[in-house]
């Protein structure tokens, strides 16, 4: 689109140049490309690629954090036990129940705030503020001070309930208080993330259409439900896939507020694999669950990308 | 021309930080690059105690350095699951410190993995020999007749009780100081049960039961071993359960917090403190290393004890002993093993500083001394080390595992009534069988 706007060349020769070498840019120019791009291949082989080369390969030996080396070679025994141990897909499921439960309340809830805000006719910036401010602290000191305000007795939280005639449920001690606790933090924390990408997205849609529905007399909720709504539906894609992504991701706040407790009930994947690897020492089973785990996350993205692919089509 | 062109700029730099980071060996930056051990002190020394054991270690270290010379640099690490694994990888990747702390629960694994250093030898040359420690102690510092670490001492799961509301319950003896003995399992409930009408409180005794499944562990494993051995063997790849005994044991234990009545169902770590600092009830189960906490608690008049035998004949102790350990390091010279055993026994000299913390001194010219045999009320308690019964040696056994989480929180739910004691007895063979079938990483 933007080769259009582009000044006409102004001989022929030169357009023949230009056409020749449209496909395939010269040697000189191709061999910069690379080496401008190698500090950031050099960091991905190095931290990525690597690694997880490493860890396919480690997940085949009984690798273990108490000896160097990659110990002896064990086939696919370490994906056997992977695969049959109770204890991986009760912690995959934490994961995935996780995801369940937060990923509806952070698609739809800063959606709503989004919309509502980019309607104030002033002091849109503090609302962008507030919302996203607690999104910068880090996840250690958002878990110490929830921590602190949900302790039996003395907490802020667990006092609240007392103030509306409600008894507070044990958050550290109970496997459903916990989960309320962890989402409850994850979506304060979280929010001002898809809150920030929704108002972009909003400040994106051009102010003539709202102009043109309201000369046809569509009401402030007709244009929300009309115009507002359909014209994010990229966006609300987008925010899903990246939410869904990032809760089954969960590791930081489980972690520090309940290291997976009470009785793991609530251990992510990502702490199974942390407890089996570096706490057990069994460096290539916690490997070869990471695989499982990866597979998963890559059939889930591959999913998305299917349906969006199957939704442009349509579309088209 | 002498200017230089840009790339024979670059090229000149790039030597000189080369240069730079070559010449770099001897610090610890560099030495981290080359993979040689850091030596920026005589002694490297790790541990991981925080709070007032932190303090007396410091004390003893200081007073060490100032004796002897020897220069020595202490880094305490957080206690918690990834000391060992910190431990694990400095010594698998032949960077460790010289010595550093270790939970003797925790000594089997690091031994079968080569990664302490049988250093008997030069110990014994120092005076650090068998007869100077507790038995119990020195056996659990020793795997297949080989000794890895030196024990400082051995901190038992003990019966912390209420002087005052003992004296008004009338559970103390002519000494008005020490609790009239108890024989089995029925003096000690009606022990309890003398406490709860003595004060009309709602209970007699607490132990932190949510969220704490080390303490139940401990108050599990003391009672179930009065009755049977090890619940695994094989370095825990054999599960040698005694269901009956087992059973047994969560009838007991589940008794004293639901029939009976004695004991709360659900108390944390905080919980159990309150009601204990403001005598609303007469007796503790915890740790001695609590010692310190309620001794800074002004009102509180108490006094520590080992438990009495309670299903078993003999009484039993569950325990656990700080040990100092020389990790292997294959570039290690002969001299800083030399200092890092005089060091080791520097420390031993000092356990009474130590003792102060609740420990029970493991060397035997400390522990038998005047000085500590006043000390109260370490004193009261030598003999729980004596009778100490420690984890059971496995590969994922001992102190802050996973298997102490996953074994205590069995034990939880038999204690809050969530769980019957056969019901818990499958519970925690079932949970026994993942860790005894998973592939052992030594």
């Known amino acids: 689109m933007t080769a259009t706007a582009l000044p006409a060349p102004r001989t022929g020769v030169e357009v023949g140049d230009r056409a020749a070498t449209a ?49 002896s070679w064990v086939g696919f025994s370490n994906y056997a036990d992977v695969l049959t141990n109770a204890d991986f897909w009760a912690s995959m499921w934490h994961s995935a129940l996780f995801t369940l439960l937060t990923t509806p309340i952070l698609v739809l809830l800063p959606l709503l705030f989004a919309v509502l805000v980019s309607r104030l006719a002033r002091g849109q910036w503090f609302y962008r503020l507030a919302f996203f401010a607690p999104y910068v602290v880090p996840s250690a000191a958002v878990c110490l001070i929830f921590a602190f ?70 009401g402030p909720w007709q244009q ?42 609530t251990r992510p994947v990502i702490q199974y694999i942390f407890d089996t690897g570096f706490s057990a020492y069994r460096g290539g089973y916690a490997a070869a669950a990471t695989m499982v785990y990866f597979v998963v996350l890559v059939l889930v993205s591959l999913a998305w990308f299917l349906v969006r692919r199957r939704n442009n089509s349509a579309n088209a | 021309m002498t200017q230089f062109s840009r790339r024979q700029f670059l090229a000149a730099g790039g030597s000189v930080s080369l240069a730079v980071a070559m010449s770099g060996c001897s610090t610890p930056i560099g030495s981290s690059l080359t993979g040689a051990q850091p030596s920026t002190a005589d002694v490297i020394f790790w541990h991981l105690f925080g709070g007032g054991d932190g303090e007396n270690m410091a004390t003893m270290i200081e007073a060490y350095r100032e004796s002897s010379g020897t220069s020595v640099e202490s880094s305490l690490l957080s206690w918690g699951n990834p000391f060992y694994t910190k431990l694990a990888l400095s010594t698998a990747s032949g960077r460790p410190p010289d010595v550093t702390v270790a939970h003797l629960s ?79 399992s029925d003096d000690f409930v009606a022990t309890l049960q003398a406490m709860k009408d003595s004060t009309g409180n709602e209970y007699a005794a607490v132990a932190s039961i949510t969220v704490d499944p080390s303490t139940c562990w401990r108050l599990f494993l003391m009672t179930y071993s009065g009755l049977a051995g090890p619940i695994v063997e094989d370095l825990g790849t054999r599960v040698t359960i005694d269901r009956a005994a087992m059973e047994e044991s969560f009838a007991f234990l589940q008794g004293l917090t639901g029939d009976l009545g004695l004991m709360p169902r659900t108390a944390t770590s905080t919980t159990s403190s309150t009601l204990f600092s403001n005598g609303e009830v007469g007796f503790l189960f915890d740790g001695v290393w609590q010692i310190p906490t309620y001794r800074e608690v002004e009102s509180l008049d108490f006094n520590v004890v080992p438990f009495p035998a ?133």
Not at chain 1, 247 to 260: A, H
Not at chain 2, 168 to 174: I, R, T, V
Not at chain 2, 313 to 334: C, Q
């Open chain 1, 224 to 265: 929300i439900r009309m115009i507002t709504v359909p014209m994010l539906r990229p966006t609300i894609g987008l925010v899903l896939i990246l939410q869904v992504l990032s809760s089954l991701k969960v590791f930081d706040q489980i972690y520090i507020l309940l290291t997976g407790g009470p009785n793991y009930t």
């Open chain 2, 106 to 184: 925790r000594v089997p694994l690091l031994a079968q993995a080569e990664l302490l250093e049988p250093v008997a030898d030069q110990f014994a040359a120092a005076g650090i020999t068998e007869d100077k420690f507790t038995p119990a102690a020195w056996e659990k510092a020793t795997v297949d007749g080989t000794t890895y670490a030196v024990p400082i001492d051995t901190h038992p799961f003990v019966l912390y009780y209420n002087t005052e509301l003992a004296q008004q319950a009338g559970l103390l003896d002519e000494t008005g100081e020490n609790l009239k003995p108890m024989r089995n």
């Open chain 1, 23 to 71: 496909g395939k840019p010269p040697r000189s120019e191709n061999r910069a490309g690379w080496l401008f791009a190698t500090p950031f291949l050099a960091l991905y082989l190095a931290f990525l690629i690597g690694p997880v080369v490493i860890g396919l390969l480690i997940s085949l030996f009984n690798t273990t954090t108490v000896r160097s080396g990659i110990g």
């Open chain 1, 149 to 218: 305000m949900y302790t039996p007795e003395t907490g802020l939280i667990t006092n609240a309930f007392g103030w509306f005639g409600l008894t507070a449920p044990d958050f550290f001690g109970s496997t459903s208080g916990a989960w309320f606790a962890v989402v409850l933090l994850t979506v304060w924390w979280t929010f001002g993330f898809n809150f920030i990408l929704y108002t972009a997205a909003i400040q994106e849609i051009s102010e003539e259409v709202y102009e043109a529905a309201a000369l046809d007399g569509a």
């Open chain 2, 310 to 442: 309670l299903l078993g004949p003999e009484p039993v102790a569950y325990a656990d002993s700080h040990a100092l350990v020389v990790p292997t390091s294959p570039g290690r010279s002969a001299a800083r093993t030399e200092d890092a055993v005089r060091f080791v026994k520097g420390l031993l000299d000092q356990s009474s500083t130590w003792a102060d913390g609740g420990h029970v001194p493991a060397w035997l010219p400390v522990q038998e001394s005047e000085e500590f045999l006043e000390l109260q009320p370490q004193s009261n308690y030598t003999e729980a080390a004596f009778n100490a019964v420690y984890d059971p040696p496995g590969w994922y056994t001992g102190a802050g595992s996973d298997f102490q989480t996953a074994m205590g929180s069995v034990v939880a739910s038999v204690l809050t009534g969530a769980t019957d004691p056969a019901g818990g007895v499958d519970a925690l063979t079932s949970s026994l069988q993942t860790f005894s079938t998973a592939r052992p990483p030594v």
